[in-house]
């Protein structure tokens, strides 16, 4: 646990934050995971939801049945407990298609780092993946692990209009897009994957803590392709 975390903020009448950190780092992610399933398995009395982010947990709670204090020393007392043996959560195979129009910006991510199209492809393959939160829009599973040889700032404007399935990058961080949206991360390939899976049960094809691994597939083995 960094020092001086976690912290505890309160959020309107019927919200927590709890803050583990205040980096993206699986270290930090994986005690996020851990309050999160813990809360599932345990719910104290008024827990409604929790959402997770990178660095911190928002507890949301029905302020008519509990409050922040009381919240405060439930979420507490989990943590107290001895944490179970760290899990690598279940890991999904993507296949990605990085030519032609799947790619618009593959070409100016080779120029901008210094390397070959063909060597970006191959670095994003050998990253490690894994599943921090969602957020944005529905689906967007926000996945940390870009290699340091092809990290970029985000463009200056957003681009509008790109094709669900679209696979971006910016910094560390990774998405394969599920709806037609503007962007201003760097477009490298396209995704046939469907990650918004229509099951009330479980609407998103990953889970916070998931890994995920990329494989390269053509354009002839990704079939047809709206956008």
């Known amino acids: 646990m960094q020092p001086g975390f976690p912290r505890f903020r309160a959020i309107a009448e019927r919200g927590l934050l709890v803050e583990f950190g205040e980096a993206i780092s699986e270290e930090i992610n994986a005690q996020v995971t851990r309050l999160d399933r813990a809360l599932a398995a345990s719910p104290p009395a008024g827990f409604c939801e929790a959402v997770p982010a990178y660095a911190s947990l928002l507890i949301c709670f029905d302020p008519l049945l509990t ?3 009381t919240m405060r020393a439930a979420a507490s007392g989990l943590l107290s407990h001895p944490a179970p043996p760290p899990g690598s959560g279940q890991i999904h195979d993507i296949a990605v298609c990085y030519e032609g129009a ?3 910006d593959l070409a100016e991510v080779a120029q901008l780092t210094g390397l070959g199209p063909e060597a970006v492809i ?5 990253g490690s993946y894994r599943v921090f939160m969602y957020g944005f829009a529905p689906g967007y599973a926000y996945l940390a692990g870009v290699p340091e040889a092809i990290r970029l700032p985000r463009k200056p404007a957003a681009i ?5 399935g679209s696979l971006l990058i910016a910094g560390q961080q990774c998405i394969v897009s599920t709806l037609k949206m503007p962007t201003g991360w760097w477009v490298i390939g396209r995704s046939p994957t469907r990650i918004l899976t229509g099951r009330p ?3 998103f094809l990953f889970e916070p803590g998931d890994q995920l691994r990329f494989h390269r597939i053509s354009r002839a083995e990704f079939g ?3 956008g």
Do not use: M, N
């Not at 191959?122 to 050998?126: G, I, M, P, R, T």
């Not at 509008?160 to 669900?164: E, N, Y």
């Open 67 to 69: 409050d922040h204090e």
């Open 102 to 104: 799947f790619a618009p």
């Open 122 to 126: 191959a670095s994003h393959l050998a």
């Open 160 to 164: 509008r209009d790109i094709p669900a």
């Open 201 to 203: 049960d479980r609407p």
């Open 224 to 226: 047809p392709a709206d």
